[in-house]
T-cell receptor, first 110, second 112 residues
Framework: GDSVTQMEGPVTLSEEAFLTINCTYT??????LFWYVQYPGEGLQLLLK?????DKGSNKGFEATYRKETTSFHLEKGSVQVSDSAVYFC?????????FGTGTSLTVIP | KAGVTQTPRYLIKTRGQQVTLSCSPI?????VSWYQQTPGQGLQFLFE???????NKGNFPGRFSGRQFSNSRSEMNVSTLELGDSALYLC???????????FGPGTRLTVT
């Protein structure tokens, strides 16, 4: 069946460091891929999405490219800020079903 | 457009009681999904409703049930509460034909 595997956390970075959170997926169809972010005490917010191979999703300095050949959708940001501290979830949507990764906690220290 | 709203935001219940949580989707969204989030199990899918019909169901016992009304508002009910039901319950809505889901702030349920 479909599934999402993402990098185990927690991740701690200094402000302005480069961020990569790895995400790989298994799907039988042609999924859409997403990154969601969850701040403490809140629900999940859609961060970015990509609906087909080679699409690049971007938002708020975050980027991820849909790589069909490596079944990956890694999240990157060139320079993280303290306000980026949150839990990040990789997800896929395939035939009306959603699958989430386990989440990666990011803490950015000044 | 207003986002997904969930009520109540916080609940404390006793073992054996039942609870009903409510979710109002984004206007025009007819699909509503429910998730349970716990530190140990992460995000787990409960069920999805579309046009008042349950379309998908996760692997939860029958104590967890839901329904959707004609205005797309949804409720979920948990009967005979157990300590392990303590969790953040998240509701998400989406438009048919569009893949992304939009989440509400969640209802934090504590069972004592």
């Amino acid at each position: 069946g479909d599934s999402v595997t993402q990098m185990e956390g927690p991740v701690t970075l200094s402000e302005e460091a480069f961020l990569t959170i790895n995400c790989t997926y298994t799907a039988t169809g042609y999924p859409s891929l997403f990154w969601y972010v969850q701040y403490p005490g809140e629900g999940l917010q859609l961060l970015l999405k990509a609906t087909k191979a080679d699409d690049k999703g971007s938002n708020k300095g975050f980027e991820a490219t849909y790589r069909k050949e490596t079944t990956s959708f890694h999240l990157e940001k060139g320079s993280v800020q303290v306000s980026d501290s949150a839990v990040y979830f990789c997800a896929l949507s395939d035939r009306n079903q959603f699958y989430f990764g386990t989440g990666t906690s990011l803490t950015v220290i000044p | 457009k207003a986002g997904v709203t969930q009520t109540p935001r916080y609940l404390i219940k006793t073992r054996g009681q039942q609870v009903t949580l409510s979710c109002s989707p984004i206007s025009g969204h007819r699909s509503v999904s429910w998730y349970q989030q716990t530190p140990g199990q992460g995000l787990q899918f409960l069920f999805e409703y579309f046009s008042e019909t349950q379309r998908n169901k996760g692997n939860f016992p029958g104590r967890f049930s839901g329904r959707q009304f004609s205005n797309s508002r949804s409720e979920m009910n948990v009967s005979t509460l157990e300590l392990g039901d303590s969790a953040l319950y998240l509701c998400a809505s989406r438009n048919e034909g569009v893949h992304e889901q939009y989440f509400g702030p969640g209802t934090r349920l504590t069972v004592t």
